[in-house]
Each structure stands twice: as structure tokens, then as C-alpha cells.
């Protein structure tokens, strides 16, 4: 800390340099080691923080009495064999420090990783190359899950302790959605599908190839539990078409001012209730909607059966009638469908159309 403390801006001028261009290559070895590891710094007690360099020499390790180490680096640090570090627990996240980096769902396992060492009463480092942003985002979660504080608060409670620490701005809109999920990643949550959706979005630019595990079961081929028993069915002819469950709910936005350069019309003012604004459902994809997705960027979302126009989609996003920006979107006009709520008896027999 004394270490940190004296070199303190240069150093972190030497960090930040080194994360914005270098931060997935293996440590250059004399500018890094110096300043990255300081060697590690403990933000609670057993608990450390640091970059490369902690792990570069075993003795670092030893000399704190660390015996669990949270790796999170492009990386797997070498630890050298018969250097004192059997019994050694160990993780490792491959991650990059880009803001595209998904994080996001390696969290539930960091986390875990750190309480059950801790529970065990070993002394844990948390490090990634230069100590800065990926091990400081791990670290960041870690305290908003155990000491129950908002993004915000165990942010700022760690940078009182290291000032340089700057996690890059898409590792902290990750922690929001974590903070947002209760810290615990819940897959089949809305906001958890939406992210995964921007993130395909971010890895196929050129839509060549959609995991399938990206689409909702078509209802009409599912035998599979009906939980929720609504299902959204084509006005026109009647075709299932989507559940409750792939409906990706979001907060209204700020309403007729975000359409502030457009006329608002009175009948729009007018409209009450809390999803009232809101025209369309925006909802995962489907599989129908398969074909009319891959190599496009935008167009129109068609019944499967009947061809009548239901809604579009767009990957960059679209505006719903709230305000609010949804990206990707995959929009459903809220007056082309119908909704049936279905008896649970009813579930184990949907007619396939
Ligand atoms: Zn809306
Ligand atoms: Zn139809």
C-alpha cells in the first residue's frame, strides 16, 4: 500500500496505458510488474487485490499466507511446481478488459469462489494483469453481494482504497444489471436476456450464424411446462405465436419527452396504467422468426401462418411508444395479437397448427 501511495501517479498513468491498448497481453517485464502488482493490496482482511505481478513470484503469495487465487486475465498465471504452492485453490476466468467482455455471467461463480475460500479461512487474491478494472469489477460484485450494497457504494468504497481502480464502462453496466438481478445472475430473467441478445448482437455483427439456444421454443411444437399460462396468439388466425415468459418487460421511459422532436398527440397523453404507453410487446426471438432475421439487419415481423404484419425487429434497436430504447428489439404491435390465458389442464395439449 505504502508502495502504491508513493508512486501512486505515475503508476497510474503507466496502468491506464497499459489497459487501454496492452491489457490482454502477457505482462511486458519491466514496465508492468512494477507498478501493476505494488505487489497486491488488501481491501478487506484476507482479502486482496492485484494484477500480474502478485502471482509472478510465489513468494508474494506465501508471505501473505494466500492460498486461493481468483484469476481473471486472458491468461493462466504458470505457477511453478514444487515452489510451495501445493494446496493452492485456484480459478480462472478468461476475460479480456474490453467493455464487450461478458462478465456478467461468470459472476455467480467468482463470487462463490471467494465466500466459500473465505468461509474456509483463506486468505484470497482477486487479480487480473494490471489490477485495475477486470479483478476490481470481480471484487466490486463480491462486495455488493456480501455486504449487500449498491454498485454505486462498493464502488466507490473500494476506490477510497484504491484510487486508481476504473473498471471499464461496460463491466459497470454489467455490475448495474447484477445489482438489478438482486446479485445473482438469473438466466431466465428479462434483464439477463436482453443483455445475452446485446451481446450476440455485439458477436455476430454479421448474423451469419444465431446460437439456437437464442430463440424461444416455437409454442406451437411445446410439450414442455406451461408455468405461466399465457400465451399471445395471432389475431387474425389465431397461430400461437409467443408466452408470457419471452416477453423482455422494460421500464417506461420518460414518455412525450423522449419524443420531444415529434408532435404528441393528445390521445397518446392520455393513455393510464403502468404499461398503457407501451404499444408493442418487445419479447426474445422465437424460433419462427429464425428466417427473417439472419443477414438483415431490420425488417418486418410476419404471422408464420397467415403472413399479416405482427410488429419488426431491429439489431441496433428501436424506439418503443414509451421512450425507451430497446436493443435489440423484437417488437410485437400489442393490437395484432390476442391473449389467452390457458388452464394448466389445458397446457399438456397445445394443438399443433
Ligand atoms: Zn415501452
Ligand atoms: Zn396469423
Redesign the pocket.
Given at each position: 500500500m505504502v508502495g502504491l501511495l508513493l508512486s501512486r501517479p505515475l503508476a497510474a498513468a503507466m496502468l491506464e496505458a497499459q489497459a487501454g491498448s496492452h491489457g490482454c497481453e502477457r505482462p511486458v517485464h519491466s514496465q508492468s510488474c512494477a507498478s501493476s502488482a505494488g505487489p497486491m493490496l488488501e481491501v478487506r482482511p484476507g482479502l486482496y487485490l492485484g494484477g500480474a505481478a502478485a502471482v509472478a513470484e510465489p513468494d508474494h503469495l506465501r508471505q501473505v499466507g494466500i492460498t486461493a487465487v481468483l484469476t481473471v486475465d486472458s491468461e493462466e498465471p504458470d505457477y511453478k511446481s514444487g515452489a510451495g504452492m501445493e494446496g493452492l485453490r485456484s480459478l480462472f476466468v478468461s476475460a479480456l478488459d474490453k467493455p464487450e467482455t461478458d462478465l456478467l455471467s461468470h459472476l455467480d461463480r467468482c463470487v462463490a469462489f471467494i465466500s466459500q475460500a473465505r468461509a474456509e479461512g483463506r486468505a484470497v487474491l482477486v487479480h487480473c494483469h494490471a489490477g485495475v478494472s477486470r479483478s476490481v469489477a470481480i471484487m466490486t460484485a463480491f462486495m455488493m453481494k456480501t455486504d449487500q450494497l449498491t454498485f454505486e457504494k462498493a464502488y466507490e468504497s473500494l476506490r477510497t482504497i484504491k484510487p486508481e481502480a476504473k473498471m471499464n464502462e461496460g463491466f459497470e453496466w454489467q455490475l448495474k444489471l447484477y445489482e438489478a438481478m438482486g446479485c445473482e445472475v438469473d438466466t431466465s430473467s428479462a434483464i439477463y436476456k436482453q443483455y445475452r441478445l446485446q451481446k450476440v448482437t455485439e458477436k455476430y455483427p454479421e448474423l451469419q450464424n444465431l446460437p439456437q439456444e437464442l430463440f424461444a421454443v416455437d409454442p406451437t411444437t411445446i410439450s414442455q411446462g406451461l408455468k405461466d399460462g399465457i400465451l399471445y396468439k395471432c389475431r387474425k388466425c389465431r397461430r400461437s405465436l409467443f408466452r408470457s415468459s419471452s416477453i423482455l418487460d422494460?421500464n417506461?421511459?420518460s414518455g412525450p419527452i423522449a419524443f420531444a422532436h415529434k408532435r404528441v398527440t393528445p390521445s397518446f397523453m392520455l393513455t393510464t396504467g403502468s404499461q398503457a404507453?407501451?404499444t408493442s410487446y418487445f419479447i426474445e426471438p422465437v424460433q419462427w422468426m429464425e428466417s427473417a432475421l439472419l443477414g438483415v439487419m431490420d425488417g418486418q415481423l410476419l404471422c408464420p401462418k397467415c403472413n399479416a404484419k405482427l410488429g419488426s425487429f431491429n439489431w441496433y434497436g428501436e424506439q418503443?411508444?414509451?421512450g425507451?430504447w430497446i436493443t435489440p428489439a423484437f417488437q410485437i404491435h400489442k393490437n395484432r395479437v390476442d391473449e389467452m390465458k390457458m388452464l394448466p389442464v389445458l397446457g399438456s395439449q397445445t394443438r399443433k397448427i
Open positions: 422494460h417506461e421511459g404507453q407501451c418503443c411508444s414509451c425507451r
